[in-house]
Each structure stands twice: as structure tokens, then as C-alpha cells.
């Protein structure tokens, strides 16, 4: 199953919305996207999940990259919107503070500090 | 020095065998003419010894041949011996090496002469084999300079033709014959790569799953390990079991993220160092936190990290104490029903250090079993949908009531079958499991 990733603009935050199954097949794809975002300065990213059905740990480590990438350009990664089985990956992994996760693109743009998590 | 005879006159310094047919030779002051078709011959002379009398050659498929040749003259005659002897052989001709540069492309054979303006010799060579890749290389070599076909061929051309001794038959069998042995070449190279992958492979997996280490008979062991769909690529998943004393047993099951040997190679590392750990006595709630620490100091990337579940039985007291990181929780079979084991998920190693939590589990019996696993059991689809197997779907397949026909020691194996048969298809990731058992077992 292929991915789908687009990106958009808001405010000093590029939102990008992925769709589909983000495994060892296709994270490569979103990889590139981000690269080519950090490439032009964009180090303030929101991935918008509501479309993803699926996450493995190859997915996670795109995200775990971007996140370390970003941090070390002074800027911030956040998740928004996973669905139920993506949010269980992330809760087993541990990784749902450390990828600060929200449940709506909107907190995760305004950044509220009350991620799903907690 | 260029020898611009493909066959010289019977007065040359070497004595020629006798030519019976008028079949085309290539002469620097006598052009060809158009002799009788091979099909009326019934001799054919063979200027080398040692070939077939037949003259027609096997049927086979057309071949393309890049004739790499700056004079005219002998371009032509190359293209009338190849056309007496209907040898569907397609000729293009390139007059210069730069020009053959441009039309290698798709060609099964370059015929070079040695003795081109842009390029003498061997340099000439050199160059051609670098950008033939797939395509052989024949060279043409004058009479005074045969030791230079002989270092050819020990540079890496297939053969090599000294003029002034071919004709179209010998010429046609010696393009077939190279492009054959290049294919042979390829195939071999091919093979022994692949060889050298699986034996890197094989290498790897036995690191990443040994033996267990134990003596006890107190409870039993079964393991197990599939390969993914991507059978090419090993994953990074690990097992091990250590018995450090006669009432206790440690056991691991964990999975480096990313699929390649580096990972495979970690994975190894991981599971070393865990068993040294344990065997070194360092403190149960200190093993995973050095665990990481090597994790951190040894990965390539930074964001390459690893989920792991362990497991300590304690055999005497009947109880087992299980951390997690990351991995999804074992499942535990027992009094006829299947629960995951409700130790709570701490963080995946390598990212943001936080010490995982020890969950205590007492046993009310002395007929158990605890299945650890990694994620590749059950990220398997169910059916067409969305849905993946996950823990609850996993924990079903072990309350159907098919599965109590199956012996323990073929339990994962089972199990597997049945995440592909719902998956539709072989897993796409790698599956490792432990399967330790007491007593009964469920």
C-alpha cells in the first residue's frame, strides 16, 4: 500500500499529513520529505497521523530522527490525531511524551502543553 | 605498431595453413570478394587448430557486436566475414573510442582493436572494460603483438583474434564463445555473492539466536525463528536464555529497529552484552539501563533503537519478574486461559533514557507457560481490513481450541502458520519467540 504525504504551511508550522502504512516499505518516503523540509530551515513540524493505519518501528524511527534532527536545530516535533492502533504503538514504545502527542492537528499546532498522553 | 592485415599473404613470416575455400579473408591489398555460402562448403579451413570442423554454428539468438576499429578497410572486411557466414550477428562499428562510448549500450560484445589512434593498447582496453559492464570484450591483436591478446585476456577480455588468422567462422564462434563465457563470468560472480550474503546471514542469525545457556530441567524451553517476506534483508531480532544459578533462569527477547546487517550485527552485540550482564551478576534493575548504554554507545545512528522484553524466573519461588522497553508483553498461559501479562510498557532503549519498571508475577500453579515473541507475530494483517493481529488477536489464536492438540515444543511454529494464514500471506518482518513452559504448560 503506497503513502501519501503532503505539507502546509501554518504559522511557523509546516503540518504534514501523512496517509496510509508507514512501514519498512514506505517510511523511506516520508524520510525524504522530511529531509527535504529540514533542508529549508523547516525544523517546527506537526505530522498529522489521522490518515496512518498503520506505524512499525521503522516508522517510529523516521519520526525518532526527525525529532532529533529538529531538536538540534532548536525546533520541535509534535504528533497529532493517531488513530487507535498507531497510539498503541506508541504507548508500547514509550515514545508518545518523547514525540510530545496531541489528539487534534490544532492543539498540536497551538502546542498546548496537555499531550494526549498524560 | 598496427598490423593492418586480418590474414596476411602466404609468403608471411608464418606459415599458414592451406586455405581450400574461397571464403572471404580480410587482406590489407586485396579487397574480399563475396565467396560461395558456407552452406555449399564442405571443408572449412580453420586457421587455428583444435576448433570444430562444423561449419554452421548452433542456432541461437541474434547478437549485437560493437566493432571498435578506425580503419575503414578492415571494418569492412569484418562485416563481409561476419555476413558469408550468416552469422546473425547485428555489426555496429565505432571509429574511435569515444564513439564507442556513446553506443556500448545494449551491446553483447565489443570487438576492439588494439591499435586505435585515441587509445593504444591496452589502455584502450582498459578503457572499453570499464564501460562494457554486462557486455564481453574480444580484442584484435596484429601478428607482431599476440603476447598483448594474451595480457588482455589476463586483464579481463574474453578472448582475443590476431589478425591476419580469422575468418567468419572463427570470428563468429569466437563472439558467440566470449558472450557465453562473460554470461558464465556474470553468473558465477552472481552466485558466489549471493553465497557470501547467506553465510554473512547465517553467521548473524546464529548470534542473534543461540543456544540457550541452561541446565535446569525444572522448565522447558522451546525457540523459534522465521525470516520475513524480505528474506534478502535480516532483521535485527535477538533471543537469548541464561541460567545463573539452579533456581533461576533469565531470558530476553528483543528487536533492533531497521533491517540490514548493521542492525543484525547490534542485535548481536545487545544480546552479548545482556548475557555478560547477567552472568556478571550485575543487579536485576540495573541490566537494562547498561544494556542501553551500550545500545547508544555502539549504534550507527542515532536513531536506530531497540525494544526488548525480559524475563527472571525465580524456579524456586514459582515467580518470574518481567520488564518491558518498548516490546510488546509476553502472553501467559495457564488454568486453560491466555492473558498478557499486565507488566506496564516502559520506554524502547535508545531514546530518552527512563529505567523500566519491574512487574512481579506470582504463579498460582506449577503448570504455566510464557510465550515472548517480537513484533513481527503480530503486525500481520487480519483478513482484508486495516486491522492488525495485535496482542488480543494473538491471544485468541491461543485460546482456539485447535491449538490444545498441539504440543508445546510445536506451539510457535503453529502459531506463525496461523498469523500467515489470517495475515493472507507470509509476514512481512521477522518473528522470534521463547516459549518457556512448567509443568503441564497451560
Known amino acids: ?118 | 605498431m598496427r598490423d593492418r592485415c586480418l590474414i596476411q599473404d602466404q609468403q608471411g613470416t608464418r606459415k599458414e595453413p592451406d586455405i581450400t575455400s574461397d571464403l572471404p579473408r580480410l587482406a590489407a591489398v586485396t579487397r574480399p570478394h563475396r565467396g560461395p555460402g558456407l552452406a555449399g562448403s564442405s571443408v572449412v579451413p580453420y586457421p587455428h587448430g583444435g576448433l570444430s570442423r562444423h561449419a554452421n554454428l548452433p542456432p541461437g539468438e541474434r547478437l549485437r557486436v560493437l566493432l571498435v576499429e578506425d580503419d575503414e578497410g578492415d571494418a569492412f572486411l569484418v562485416g563481409e566475414l561476419l555476413a558469408e557466414t550468416n552469422s546473425m550477428i547485428d555489426l555496429q562499428v565505432a571509429t574511435s573510442l569515444s564513439e564507442a562510448r556513446r553506443r556500448i549500450t545494449n551491446v553483447d560484445c565489443v570487438l576492439l582493436d588494439l591499435g586505435l589512434p585515441d587509445a593504444q593498447g591496452l589502455d584502450g582496453l582498459r578503457q572499453v572494460l570499464e564501460m562494457s559492464s554486462g557486455a564481453a570484450v574480444c580484442v584484435l591483436t596484429g601478428r607482431s603483438d599476440e603476447h598483448l591478446g594474451i595480457v588482455a585476456v589476463a586483464e579481463g577480455a574474453q578472448d582475443y583474434l590476431v589478425k591476419g588468422q580469422v575468418d567468419g567462422v572463427l570470428l563468429t564462434r569466437a563472439l558467440r564463445y566470449a558472450v557465453e563465457r562473460k554470461r558464465a563470468d556474470e553468473n558465477a560472480r552472481r552466485l558466489r555473492e549471493v553465497e557470501l550474503r547467506q553465510a554473512e546471514s547465517a553467521r548473524l542469525e546464529r548470534g542473534l539466536l543461540p543456544q540457550p545457556l541452561m541446565t535446569t530441567d525444572e522448565v522447558a524451553v522451546h525457540t523459534f525463528y522465521r525470516p520475513g517476506r524480505h528474506a534478502a534483508l535480516i532483521g535485527g531480532d535477538f533471543f537469548d536464555v541464561v541460567q545463573t544459578r539452579p533456581d533461576r533462569l533469565d531470558l530476553i527477547v528483543g528487536d533492533v529497529c531497521g533491517h540490514g546487517v548493521d542492525e543484525a550485527a547490534l542485535g548481536v552485540e545487545l544480546r552479548v552484552a545482556w548475557r555478560a550482564l547477567v552472568l556478571a551478576g550485575v543487579p536485576d534493575d540495573e541490566v537494562l539501563p547498561a544494556l542501553e548504554q551500550v545500545l547508544m554507545s555502539e549504534r550507527r545512528l542515532q536513531e536506530i533503537f531497540a525494544t526488548v522484553a525480559t524475563t527472571r524466573l525465580d524456579l524456586d519461588a514459582n515467580r518470574a519478574t518481567v520488564r518491558l522497553a518498548g516490546h510488546p508483553p509476553p502472553l501467559l498461559l495457564s488454568g486453560g486461559r491466555v492473558v498478557p501479562v499486565p507488566a506496564p510498557g516502559g520506554r524502547l532503549l535508545g531514546v530518552r533514557p527512563r529505567r523500566p519498571t519491574a512487574y512481579d508475577l506470582e504463579f498460582d500453579t506449577h503448570d504455566w507457560s510464557l510465550l515472548m515473541y517480537t513484533d513481527g507475530l503480530i503486525e500481520g494483517r487480519v483478513g482484508t481490513s486495516d486491522e492488525r493481529l495485535d496482542v488480543p488477536g494473538l491471544s485468541g489464536l491461543l485460546d482456539e481450541p485447535a491449538n490444545r492438540q498441539v504440543s508445546l515444543p510445536e506451539l510457535p511454529a503453529w502459531l506463525v502458520g496461523r498469523a500467515e494464514q489470517i495475515n493472507g500471506g507470509p509476514l512481512a518482518d521477522d518473528v522470534a519467540m521463547l516459549l518457556v513452559t512448567r509443568g503441564g504448560g497451560r
Open chain 1, 1 to 118: 500500500m503506497s503513502l501519501t504525504v503532503h505539507t502546509e504551511q501554518r504559522g511557523d508550522v509546516v503540518v504534514v499529513s501523512v496517509a496510509g502504512e508507514l512501514d519498512m516499505a514506505t517510511a523511506p518516503q516520508l524520510q525524504d520529505q522530511i529531509t527535504d523540509l529540514l533542508d529549508k530551515g523547516r525544523n517546527r513540524l506537526v505530522f498529522d497521523l489521522a490518515d496512518v493505519s498503520f506505524c512499525d518501528s521503522t516508522g517510529l524511527s523516521v519520526f525518532v530522527r526527525a525529532k532529533n534532527s529538529c531538536d538540534e536545530a532548536g525546533g520541535v516535533v509534535r504528533l497529532a490525531a493517531p488513530q487507535r492502533g498507531v497510539l498503541r504503538i506508541l504507548e508500547v514504545s514509550g515514545l508518545v511524551e518523547v514525540l510530545h502527542t496531541y489528539p487534534t492537528v490544532d492543539q498540536a499546532v497551538a502546542g498546548e502543553p496537555s499531550p494526549a498522553s498524560s
